[in-house]
């Protein structure tokens, strides 16, 4: 027996409902995730030159941190500089531990 237009008009505020839940669900996953960082620790003679741009230039900084974030999957830099300058706004490493010499990149997830 086929279902009438009436029984399917029974089921569609019920099926809005379940969608207009599962974007809120959605939503709000996003804005946990937006809040998450990853802090990265670049050695100075890492091979890929970014002492010369980190470490100097702030406009070229600004790309090669930029790219690094990318290049990781992230998204914008919220931080980067050298290793010595940052030491005490990096979460769980611990300043003794640090090249001097190394650079900082700390990214959005």
Excluded at 11 to 22: H, Q, T
């Amino acid at each position: 027996m086929p279902l009438s237009l009436r029984h399917y008009c029974r089921f569609l505020p019920v099926l809005l409902s379940i969608l207009a839940g599962l974007l809120v669900l959605a939503a709000f996953e996003g804005r946990v995730m937006a809040d998450e960082t990853r802090t990265f620790v670049i050695p100075a003679d890492d091979g890929y030159g970014v002492q010369d741009c980190l470490g100097k230039d702030q406009a070229c900084a600004q790309v090669v941190a930029s790219a690094w974030c990318e290049a990781h999957g992230l998204s914008a830099p919220l931080a980067y500089g050298r290793a010595e300058d940052m030491a005490g706004a990096i979460a769980g490493v611990q300043p003794a531990k640090l090249d001097p010499d190394a650079f900082v990149v700390t990214c959005k997830d």
